[in-house]
């Protein structure tokens, strides 16, 4: 070890100059835990004159450093620090290389040089917003979230709404995807008091309807805040069993620029996670809660809220305990990785699955059950700064995510953010099936969302009573096994 640099981990220390050349913290950690051997570190006998300070571990004090092996007491599963103050050449490790062994006397398990535990000092923060963007970005989360309101997700990738209209016997041509937007954007005005923000897909943002008002000034004009969806798909991570990561932060800066020029207030990202015996993996958590702060980050940047979107799959026969412990796990990455990048909590709204078992799971959990295990997820995970939380239905049916989001808002828990929704399938499966693709059901299918919309307006202030009379189609499950959005 001898002759090895330190002097990148000991540059710049602060208040090393009173010590003299170099001031270092050694942490010396015991590998084998209780009743562990001494370890010996050597100073240096080549170098002229004593060593500069002292080393005073209990029952040593006043024990000179020059010359002298000073051993460590046993160490019982707790760490020791120490704090060297000698000139770098003057320390060397004894035995050899690499493994940090002592002369006979057991492994050291650890060597570090840190400065900010001697000083207490933290990095500089540089601001990354300025107060008039903090305040736009949380105006903007607040109108979303408002009471009684919640997130139309009409955001289907042209490949996903293929799906959804070739159901009801449709072709996937722009202009049938354009009437079926517009169907549910111009309902009438009992929306208006549900629908707080509504997410469109690219196309979307720039078609218009029959009387030619583009459709985010329709939206703007019904009290709704204009959403966009950012992402490019998710696709594989290498090294995982199936696992994957999404894709689209290329570019996303001055797409972002270009949204909020042409009306977009918030945007979207889908990440997705699936449980398994074996996953989701660390790396699968790690990549996707660092994918997302990046993208929330550059959103932020351009005045757009993000929806960071974590969602873990229904698919797989796991119980409730099992689909709580996985959620935690998740969101505290994403919040661990929203801090490193500096988010402003404030302006943000997290779209996360509610707490359900599998979708092959046997057992079946009553609706406080499931609300009182999301609830506790979420308490344990998420700050009370983030304005809102926007649950995805995950496949579940019209009534069951109504109910479900119902039970959350009752749960006796203190609950500090607002909790709603943000459905796709979920408020538009019966409006579907009634427009069935032909122009003269337009209505009938208006009023099968506006009965959803109403419904989830209720739930989100745990006001929802069923009725009894819901359809075959809002009762019947949407469940699509690996769903890709």
């Known amino acids: 070890m001898k002759g090895h640099s330190f002097s990148p981990f000991l540059a710049g220390i602060p208040g090393a100059k009173d010590y003299g050349p170099f001031a270092a913290a050694v942490i010396l950690r015991g590998s084998e835990g209780v009743g562990a051997s001494p370890y010996t570190l050597r100073v240096s006998e080549s170098v002229v004159g004593p060593c500069p300070g002292r080393w005073d571990p209990p ?38 290389t690499g493994a940090f062994s002592g002369e006979g006397v057991g492994p050291l398990a650890s060597l570090q040089f840190s400065y900010p535990e001697l000083t207490g000092t933290m ?3 540089y601001p990354a917003l300025t107060p008039e963007q903090k305040k736009e970005l949380s105006d903007i989360a607040h109108r979303i979230v408002a009471p009684g309101k919640g997130i139309l997700a009409a955001d289907e990738s042209t490949g996903s709404i293929a799906k959804r209209l070739q159901s009801i016997g449709t072709e996937n041509t722009e202009e049938n995807r354009r009437f079926y937007r517009q169907l549910l954007l111009t309902a009438d005005d009992r929306v208006n008091p549900c629908i707080g923000g509504v997410i469109l897909f690219h196309e979307t943002l720039y078609q218009k309807t029959d009387d ?15 959403g966009i969806k950012v992402d490019k798909g998710v696709v594989p991570l290498a090294g995982t069993n199936g696992e994957t990561t999404t894709q689209g932060l290329d570019g996303l800066s001055e797409r972002c620029a270009q949204y909020k020029k042409d009306g977009a207030d918030f945007a979207k990202w889908r990440c997705v996670l699936k449980i398994g ?48 412990y996985v959620t935690e796990k998740v969101l505290a ?55 809102g ?16 989001l119902n039970a959350i808002n009752k749960c006796p828990l203190l609950k500090p953010w607002a909790l709603t929704f943000s459905y796709g399938r979920a408020l538009q499966a019966s409006a579907l099936k009634a427009w069935g693709g032909k122009k003269e059901n337009l209505k009938a299918a208006q009023e099968e969302y506006v009965k959803r919309a109403l419904a989830n307006s209720l739930a989100c202030q745990g006001k929802y009573t069923p009725s009894g009379q819901a359809g075959a189609a809002a009762s019947e499950s949407l469940f699509i096994s690996n769903h890709a959005y």
């Open 212 to 226: 030619g008002r583009p459709f985010p000034q329709v939206i703007k004009s019904k009290g709704g805040v204009v």
């Open 59 to 96: 029952g040593e004090e006043g024990k000179p450093l020059g010359g002298a092996c000073c051993s460590v007491n046993t160490f019982r599963a707790f760490t020791y620090l120490v704090t060297l103050i000698v000139s770098l050449e003057q320390l060397q490790l004894c035995g050899q």
């Open 123 to 125: 990095p500089y923060q």
């Open 333 to 387: 990455a994403v919040y661990k990785a929203l801090s490193d990048h500096h988010i402003y909590l404030e302006g943000t709204l997290l779209k996360p699955n509610m707490v359900t078992p599998g979708h092959a799971c046997t057992h079946k959990y009553s609706h406080e059950e499931i609300a009182m295990a999301t609830v506790t997820a979420l308490r344990r995970t998420v700050p009370p700064a983030v304005t």
């Open 389 to 404: 939380i926007t649950f995805l239905s995950g496949g579940q049916s019209e009534e069951e995510a109504s109910i479900n």
């Open 277 to 324: 015996e074996h996953t989701p993996s660390a790396l699968a958590i790690m990549e996707n809660a660092n994918v997302l702060a990046r993208y929330a980050s550059i959103c932020q940047q351009n005045g757009i809220v993000p929806i960071v979107e974590p969602e873990i799959l229904p698919d797989g026969d796991h119980d409730l305990k099992r689909c709580q």
